[in-house]
T-cell receptor, first 119, second 114 residues
Framework: AQKITQTQPGMFVQEKEAVTLDCTYDTSDQSYGLFWYKQPSSGEMIFLIY??????QNATEGRYSLNFQKARKSANLVISASQLGDSAMYFCAMRSYGGISGGYNKLIFGAGTRLAVHP | EADIYQTPRYLVIGTGKKITLECSQT?????MYWYQQDPGMELHLIHY???????EKGDLSSESTVSRIRTEHFPLTLESARPSHTSQYLC?????????????FGPGTRLTVL
């Protein structure tokens, strides 16, 4: 079975400091993708960063970087120089393939981590 | 910015009413999805579609139904709303064959059934 685990229900960070949000995954697939989404209180899901299972380098997007450790099956999100606007829920997700005809793009989500940035 | 729209954004309705949550995307995406999310909790896939006239149930059992008559439109219907249906419903879409297969999400519909 495929599963995403986010063990931190809530995290606090001081403005301008870096924070790491943990994500571990379980899959028997050789090819998969890992995503991080941000969900502000308004409810929409905002894509932040992607890491493919065959990517050798850690993904980076501005202040976001993904610490990908394939052997440990972890894909932690690092946010550098936190801002007040970073306060939100953060979801780790994994792409898998399945279904009758195969190849449909299904995302499995973790339970999320609520990040609060303090001034 | 994603061009995927959901209406209404908020809906408060009484038990037993029939409701349809609308979802449209203008990106020409072939795959579309509906997720259900309780406040502060993870998203659960309830329906998905590969393309026109294709619909499948997701991982979480749902009393809702969906249709995909046009590529851009993927409405979700509840024939008889109940308080247990109170939740947020998120629609998403993606294009097959793209590098990331990133799912673009709509703003969501927050449904409250009294």
């Amino acid at each position: 079975a495929q599963k995403i685990t986010q063990t931190q229900p809530g995290m606090f960070v001081q403005e301008k400091e870096a924070v790491t949000l943990d994500c571990t995954y379980d899959t028997s697939d050789q090819s998969y993708g890992l995503f991080w989404y941000k969900q502000p209180s308004s409810g929409e899901m905002i894509f932040l960063i992607y890491q493919g299972s065959y990517d050798e380098q850690n993904a980076t997007e501005g202040r976001y970087s993904l610490n990908f450790q394939k052997a440990r099956k972890s894909a932690n999100l690092v946010i550098s120089a936190s801002q007040l606007g970073d306060s939100a829920m953060y979801f780790c997700a994994m792409r898998s393939y399945g279904g009758i005809s195969g190849g449909y793009n299904k995302l499995i989500f973790g339970a999320g981590t609520r990040l609060a940035v303090h001034p | 910015e994603a061009d995927i729209y959901q209406t209404p954004r908020y809906l408060v309705i009484g038990t037993g009413k029939k409701i349809t949550l609308e979802c449209s995307q203008t990106m020409g995406h072939d795959k579309m999805y509906w997720y259900q999310q309780d406040p502060g909790m993870e998203l659960h896939l309830i329906h998905y579609s590969y393309g026109v006239n294709s619909t499948e149930k997701g991982d979480l059992s749902s009393e809702s139904t969906v249709s995909r008559i046009r590529t851009e439109h993927f409405p979700l219907t509840l024939e008889s709303a109940r308080p247990s249906h109170t939740s947020q419903y998120l629609c998403a879409s993606t294009l097959s064959g793209t590098d990331y297969n990133e799912q673009f999400f709509g703003p969501g519909t927050r449904l409250t059934v009294l």
